[in-house]
T-cell receptor, first 113, second 115 residues
């Protein structure tokens, strides 16, 4: 039982390049989330998927797209990376949306030069 | 939407002393208040949560209190130990429209326990 698995753990991009962060959970959770964490800013929600087949914007969605591929997988795509997207990205899942415990992945550290 | 403010941003205590972290929220409809702990280089993990039908909840050395009238809730850690050193995040529920809710996190408190 691996919980929430994110790949890659580290990535360096040049401005304008694209990439996809992958996330998979094996807890049969309905809801999945993508957060970014910047120093002094806490955890900010980028996008979430309340259930398979649905996605919604969070607090900071600009510059990102997401895909809920199936119940297990939720990917985050940067179409044209910018230095402001340098951050640590966390995927999370929960059984009950909002009032259920969030289980986080280990994080993906992205640097955009 | 919900606005969660967390204080202090940094806190240093001597080992064995107590630590208190406070959060305020703006949406009076919020009814769920979790606390997450993030050790250096690790992922955040839930340590305790409270729902609005109770005023206090304890789990060994940690406790959370909720004052709905004043719209604030606090994390209390007693008999602090070096392994309590971490960043702690509170969170509240934000209504994002069309019946949709999401968690909004505070900006975090870095707790350092000095041996």
């Amino acid at each position: 039982n691996a919980g929430v698995t994110q790949t890659p753990k580290f990535q360096v991009l040049k401005t304008g390049q694209s990439m996809t962060l992958q996330c998979a959970q094996d807890m049969n959770h309905n809801s999945m989330y993508w957060y970014r964490q910047d120093p002094g800013m806490g955890l900010r929600l980028i996008y979430y998927s309340a259930s398979e087949g649905t996605t919604d914007k969070g607090e900071v969605p600009n510059g990102y797209n997401v895909s809920r591929l199936n119940k297990r997988e939720f990917s985050l795509r940067l179409e044209s990376a910018a230095p402001s997207q340098t951050s640590v990205y966390f995927c999370a899942s929960s059984e009950i949306r909002v009032t259920g415990e969030l289980f986080f992945g280990e994080g993906s550290r992205l640097t955009v030069l | 939407g919900e606005n969660v403010e967390q204080h202090p941003s940094t806190l240093s205590v001597q080992e064995g002393d107590s630590a208190v972290i406070k959060c305020t929220y703006s949406d009076s409809a919020s009814n769920y208040f979790p606390w997450y702990k993030q050790e250096l280089g690790k992922r955040p993990q839930l340590i305790i949560d409270i729902r609005s039908n109770v005023g206090e909840k304890k789990d060994q050395r940690i406790a959370v209190t909720l004052n709905k009238t004043a719209k604030h809730f606090s994390l209390h850690i007693t008999e602090t130990q070096p392994e309590d050193s971490a960043v702690y995040f509170c969170a509240g529920i934000a209504y994002s429209g069309a019946g949709s809710y999401q968690l909004t996190f505070g900006k975090g408190t870095k707790l350092s326990v000095i041996p």
